[in-house]
């Protein structure tokens, strides 16, 4: 029997999960909202924030649960890529839990447990599957065969699919971090605005282009109606959102005629889109895919999908260092 404590810190929120033979009990997500101010996260900000939630989040959590920190068999934690200071909060609480307790320490992957959060419920997909990684850091195309053998097939050459969304809602005056928002309101618009199209080769992505395409459209429009933003917001962002999805779905598109695989996957933050989801249930239908979406909890930041993909190494007593230090560039394969 398993019983892991999960510690999420990469970022901006402060995650803590208890997971048993590989089921999420509880999953508690403290989230800063202080960055919406300076309208993208400030990592000195994040790491004192990490510093004050981590103990309330991982009671909470044991509480939660219904588990004394005696019952746990060992502890998972996230070692990058992300922050380095938010890392260090939840790395340096992960190994003295673990010293205290005698038990052993995981190490996790973030992005990879972004795609493992697919095994916190069902449908799970079968392997070999492709997942889409979009969130606020990374946009990916993966090619899983294990649990723990993981291919990058594509990636973005510039921002990420999230920094897209967040970028091109800061420019209309939304709050970081805009996805969500542009999520709303766009389901109240159309797409009528067009934006050029990236030219990009294989399966990689760019979406620097289209921040500076939508910077000059709406400068050229305000010239001649200074309330063309306030006018236009739902029509703007259902446009933008349309472009973003678009590319992304181009390019699984892509990849699973490539790689003639079709059980595909989504995940990370900007799975959570609406649109996204709606043109991902399209496609699979057109393609003949089995598609896979993760509930919305394990969509964005969370310790849940920290512990699920640390059952796999612990399955294989595949346990960290104590001197294991975490790494903001942590690389996936
Ligand atoms: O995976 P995540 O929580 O954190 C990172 O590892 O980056 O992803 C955060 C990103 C942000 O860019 C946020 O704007 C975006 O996910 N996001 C969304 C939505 N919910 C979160 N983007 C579009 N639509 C959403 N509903
Ligand atoms: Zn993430």
């Not at 029997?1 to 999960?17: H, K, P, Q, R, V």
């Not at 447990?113 to 969130?135: G, Q, R, Y």
């Not at 394990?298 to 920290?306: E, F, K, S, V």
Request: charged residues 20%; contains cysteine.
């Amino acid at each position: 029997m398993s019983l892991i404590l999960a510690i999420e810190s990469s970022c901006d929120d402060t995650s803590a999960a208890v997971i048993r033979d590989g089921e999420v009990l509880s999953n508690v997500t403290a989230t800063q909202t202080i960055h919406e101010q300076y309208g993208g996260v400030v990592p000195e900000v994040a790491s004192r924030k990490h510093q004050i939630n981590i103990i309330p989040v991982v009671k909470a959590a044991l509480d939660k649960a219904q588990i004394n920190k005696t019952q746990l068999t060992a502890i998972a934690v996230t070692r990058g890529p992300g922050l380095l200071g938010s890392l260090i909060v939840g790395v340096s609480f992960a190994k003295s839990l673990a010293l205290a307790l005698s038990i052993p320490l995981i190490d996790v992957n973030h992005m990879k447990a972004h795609i493992l959060a697919h095994f916190a419920e069902d449908p799970k997909p079968s392997f070999p599957f492709l997942c889409l990684t979009v969130s606020g850091g990374h946009t990916q195309i993966v090619k899983v065969t294990a649990p723990l053998e993981m291919q990058i097939l594509g990636s973005t050459i510039d921002d990420a699919a999230g920094e897209a969304f967040d970028k091109s809602g800061k420019i209309m005056g939304l709050k970081y971090p805009a996805g969500p928002e542009m999520d709303k309101l766009a389901q109240n618009g159309n797409p009528i605005f067009q934006f050029a199209e990236p030219k990009v080769n294989g399966l990689n992505f760019s979406f620097s282009g289209l921040k500076t395409s939508i910077l000059y459209f709406l400068k050229k429009q305000l010239k001649t109606n200074p309330n063309f933003i306030d006018e236009n917001i739902n029509d703007i962002c259902a446009s933008v959102q349309h472009q973003i999805v678009y590319i992304l779905i181009k390019k699984l598109k892509q990849a699973a005629s490539e790689t003639g695989i079709r059980e595909i996957a989504i995940a990370g933050g900007v799975s959570a889109n609406s649109g996204l989801r709606k043109e991902l249930a399209i496609a699979g239908k057109e393609c003949g895919w089995n598609t896979y979406i993760p509930d919305f909890q394990y969509c964005t930041d969370n310790a849940g999908m920290i512990g699920v993909a640390a059952e796999f190494s612990y399955r294989e007593k595949d346990f960290s260092d104590l001197n294991m230090v975490p790494q903001a560039r942590l690389k996936m394969e």
